[in-house]
């Protein structure tokens, strides 16, 4: 926010000469987080300023800045944002980090969370990510370094500030476009980056899913991918997004048998079958009409699930008559639509 040459250092944010402390926009590039979030934690958890300056806006000590970095440290060991808050509420350190530590104050407060502040990688620059939101660059940078601590953090405040379809779309997969693209255009090199964020998206993920809801017969959401197919991470942020909705999911992971997959659609009588494809190589027509025309229950009331084609692999192999949602909020608006019917 502050543009003055005088509080920022190649983009860093600094503690101003008079000892008023950061504005909220150096507080949230130190944390790697948008403003937004800085104030919504503010607002929800009291772990802002206890006033204003002359000028009417916040300026964060080196306690507070303390106190956020403690939160981020506990959030990203699992522990909910809320009760993160108290305890670094209570646990933050009374004395403000050294001039010395500039780069780290997340290490005078004992916490990983934040990353160090680095100049540009000698590996290269870091991930290409346009204008995308601020969270996401965040979450490329510390991807890009293998901080793990900073990744989960970072993640875990997107999903709570944003929700999570908005924190996948405009955050999380962007950030894994920008992984894969790095990967594909350096020749092999930073495959462990995209495996390394891969890995951590998943956690997060598990970690937002509230206990699987029952849900009445008929109501369940069978999600697999087709055979051959492996790529699981769109379908474990579509099993959260319905669960974060009350819809009961059985997720049946990367390339499921026909055979089994047939099997699981009998013995649960699903509302809706999501079959995932990344290439059309592995996109099977005769598989998705084949169980769309499944049918179950007793004579005069029997009933069909509906089959969305989920992935890039469907789109150069349409199924006639089969709903085919492009993205993840309108996959979930189409099956929440089919089970509450």
């Known amino acids: 926010m502050s543009g003055h040459a005088s509080g920022t250092d190649r983009g860093h944010p600094r503690e101003p000469r008079d000892g008023g402390g950061l504005s909220t926009g150096e507080v949230a590039r130190r944390l790697g987080v948008a403003p937004t979030t800085v104030r919504s934690w503010d607002r929800r958890y009291g772990l802002g300023p206890p006033g204003h300056s002359d000028g009417r806006h916040r300026r964060w000590t080196a306690v507070d800045v303390a106190r956020l970095e403690r939160m981020c440290a506990l959030a990203a060991t699992g522990v909910p944002p809320a009760e993160a808050a108290r305890q670094a509420r209570g646990e933050a350190s009374p004395q403000p980090p050294s001039p010395e530590r500039e ?3 997340a290490a005078t407060a004992g916490s990983p969370a934040t990353p160090p502040r680095r100049g540009r990688s000698k590996a290269g620059s870091g991930l290409r990510l346009g204008d995308l939101r601020r969270e996401c660059r965040g979450v490329a ?15 875990a405040a997107a999903i709570e500030e944003h929700g999570l379809v908005t924190a996948w779309s405009e955050v999380i997969m962007p950030a894994l476009q920008a992984a894969g693209s790095k990967w594909e255009g350096s020749g092999e090199r930073y495959v462990e980056v995209e495996h390394f964020l891969s890995w951590h998206v998943s956690g997060a993920l598990r970690r937002h899913v509230p206990p699987a809801a029952s849900g009445r017969s008929g109501a369940v959401t069978v999600l697999a991918c087709v055979p051959g197919e492996h790529h699981t991470l769109p379908l474990e942020v579509l099993v959260a997004a319905l669960a974060e909705r009350g819809l009961p999911v059985r997720m049946f992971g990367g390339a499921l048998p026909v055979e089994s997959l047939v099997s699981a659609v009998r013995r649960t009588g699903p509302a809706a079958v999501g079959l995932w494809s990344q290439s059309r190589g592995t996109a099977s027509r005769p598989l998705a009409q084949h169980v769309a025309a499944m049918e179950w229950g007793v004579r005069g009331a029997r009933r069909k699930p509906v089959v969305l084609t989920l992935g890039p692999g469907w789109a150069g192999r349409p199924v006639p008559g089969l709903p085919h949602p492009h993205g993840l909020a309108e996959a979930v608006a189409v099956v929440e639509d089919v089970v509450r019917r």
Do not use: F, P, S, V
């Open 103 to 105: 780069g780290g104050a």
């Open 141 to 155: 940078r510390a991807a890009l370094r293998l901080d793990a601590a900073a990744l989960d953090a970072l993640m």
